[in-house]
């Protein structure tokens, strides 16, 4: 059974930054792409960022050069380094991953950014 646990979420003035981590049961993170999605208040859920099982990263346009994805095979955790914070980044952050036919969301992570 896929596990997927989010933390590191906080409340923060902007510019400031926060580090995300998803730790994930077995070893899902060496073997699967791993993404970050937010949901704003009243929004709906929204890519943000992904991984490959390579390292290949993408980004969502209006965090690009302000967040990092990575991920560390031997914790089985993928991390969302978010600089540069801005109060529309404000959202509950989910760790997601699709492995054998199925979507799997961790429980999400509140960030605040207050102006």
């Known amino acids: 059974q896929v596990q997927l646990v989010e933390s590191g979420g906080g409340q923060v003035q902007a510019g400031g930054s926060l580090r995300l981590s998803c730790a994930a049961s077995?070893?899902?993170?060496?073997?699967?792409?791993m993404r970050w999605y937010r949901q704003a208040l009243g929004q709906q859920r929204d890519f943000v960022a992904g991984?490959?099982?390579?390292?290949?990263?993408g980004y969502v346009d209006s965090v690009k050069g302000r967040f990092t994805i990575s991920r560390d095979n031997a914790k089985n955790t993928v991390i969302l380094q978010m600089n540069s914070l801005k109060p529309e980044d404000t959202a509950v952050y989910f760790c997601?991953?699709?492995?054998?036919?199925?979507?799997?969301w961790g429980q999400g992570t509140q960030v605040t950014v207050s102006a």
């Open positions: 077995g070893s899902i993170v060496s073997t699967s792409a």
């Open positions: 997601n991953t699709f492995r054998d036919g199925t979507n799997y």
């Open positions: 991984i490959t099982t390579g390292g290949i990263t």
